[in-house]
């Protein structure tokens, strides 16, 4: 490669699972070689700005909709929700042109976006006849977490005939594509976690303190921020109702953006669920038992303050927080589906029980807490599951493998 060649990362949000594993390709990517633009949907916090722009990469603020049905709004609200983003991105192709004047002036070589909810940078890669890799981070389709207007066959089709190359976060989020020929490449290509930090447990020891939680309690936590159903928050609370009542020396938190208002009447399903949650602790009794701890920066404190880390969602396109426990030493209660299944091994870097039975979470839990030397085992195995499996320097070569394969694919054509 004579000079480096110039990608365009699109992301669907400033902050996410899968803004996190873009901002580590970004990272790890050698300059001599690559060299990164970005575009974000919206204004990002002046945190994330100064994470951006550590990066030393161009980037720019194109707003964006996502072209996912809003499965949890009433019909009524869906039609005035469409309306209203048809509305402000003139039917969609207000993003399209943005990001294509972003692909002329940046004169970008190769498209990745990052995300299945948003097609924009895909088609104006198509449009421009420049090479595109699209990376499918959710499960998408029929029954799944994100659902469309289209059937999953046109889905499916889009997102092949749009692409040069696809990655799949893992084997789960790829049953879109089980039905079809494959004509478009295919990885899957598990996140990596930068294990560094993990190795540190002191901030996770003032984190604890700064929660008032004692050396002898044991903290079960979940990593997760109280704005999305598909987490299952409400299994955790009722896990943690069963359990305080029989080992008192057992704290409970939640690490994760607590919304403390309403934000808009068309599409506040955040903030409703947040409050459900909220009132089902109360109701409870675990107000001096559960922490909602809010918002950390810091997801190597976080996992290093952990006991025991429990993520009852089934439907996990991949799961990261779980890969980060692990590289903390903290053992994994989960769901047996969905992406955090293809990371924990069952009875050796953690449990895996029933989706959404809150009994089998309980039992699950209770037995590590009463067997600190099954945790510290666990533990152990799960950091050394995380280092050999999850490195980011295994994903920031498979994805550059996938680069070079992509535009070598396209001289020859």
Same mark, same amino acid.
């Given at each position: ?11 669907? @949000? ?12 970004? =990272?790890?990517?050698? =300059? ?19 994470? &951006?722009?550590?990066?030393? *990469?161009?980037? $720019? ?12 709004? @009433? ?34 070589? !190769? ?36 659902? &469309?207007?289209?059937?999953? +066959? ?7 005939? +749009? ?7 893992? $084997?789960?989020?790829?049953? !879109? ?63 943690? *109702?069963?359990?305080?009542?029989? =080992?008192? =020396? ?19 399903? @955040?903030?409703? &669920? ?9 109701? +409870? ?19 290093? @303050? !952990? ?19 692990? *590289? ?57 599951? *995380? ?27």
């Amino acid at each position: 490669m004579n000079s480096p060649l110039r990608v365009l990362h699109v992301l669907n @949000s400033p902050g996410g699972g899968a803004t996190h594993c873009a901002l580590d390709i970004l =990272r790890g990517l050698p =300059r001599a070689n690559y060299r990164p633009f970005l575009i974000v949907p919206s204004d990002p916090g002046e945190g994330q700005k100064r994470i &951006y722009e550590s990066l030393g *990469a161009d980037w $720019r603020v194109v707003p964006m909709g996502w072209w996912n049905r809003k499965i949890r709004l @009433s019909w009524p609200r869906r039609v005035v929700w469409s309306a209203m983003q048809n509305l402000q991105t003139w039917g969609h192709l207000r993003p399209v042109y943005q990001i294509a004047q972003c692909i002329r002036a940046w004169k970008v070589d !190769l498209v990745h976006t990052h995300t299945g909810l948003i097609p924009w940078g895909a088609m104006a890669a198509k449009v421009l006849g420049v090479p595109h890799v699209w990376h499918i981070h959710e499960p998408n389709g029929k029954d799944l977490p994100f659902q &469309y207007w289209m059937p999953d +066959s046109l889905l499916e089709s889009i997102i092949e005939r +749009s692409s040069d190359h696809v990655i799949l976060v893992s $084997r789960y989020v790829g049953e !879109l594509f089980r039905r079809s020929a494959n004509r478009t490449p295919m990885t899957v290509a598990y996140q990596g976690v930068d294990m560094r930090p993990f190795g540190d447990p002191q901030p996770g020891k003032r984190l604890r303190e700064s929660l008032g939680v004692k050396d002898d309690e044991v903290l079960v936590g979940m990593v997760a921020a109280l704005t999305s159903v598909l987490k299952r928050h409400e299994v955790f609370v009722k896990m943690a *109702a069963q359990l305080h009542k029989r =080992r008192p =020396r057992v704290r409970f938190a939640v690490f994760g953006q607590v919304p403390t208002q309403p934000t808009r009447w068309i599409y506040n399903g @955040s903030y409703e &669920y947040s409050e459900r949650i909220r009132r089902l602790a109360g109701e +409870s009794g675990l107000s001096e038992h559960l922490i909602l701890a809010g918002f950390h920066s810091d997801v190597a404190a976080i996992m290093n @303050s !952990l006991d025991i880390l429990v993520h009852p969602s089934e439907m996990e396109g991949f799961g990261r927080v779980a890969v980060e426990a692990m *590289a903390a030493g903290c053992p994994v209660i989960g769901s047996n589906g969905g992406g955090i299944a293809e990371s924990v091994v069952d009875g050796e870097t953690g449990i895996l029980v029933k989706a959404n039975d809150v009994d089998a979470f309980a039992e699950a839990c209770e037995q590590l807490i009463d067997n600190p030397d099954r945790r510290r085992q666990m533990g152990a195995a799960g950091r050394q599951r *995380a280092g050999n499996c999850f490195s980011t320097e295994e994903h920031i070569r498979q994805v550059t493998e996938i680069y070079d394969e992509v535009v070598r694919r396209r001289e020859r054509a």
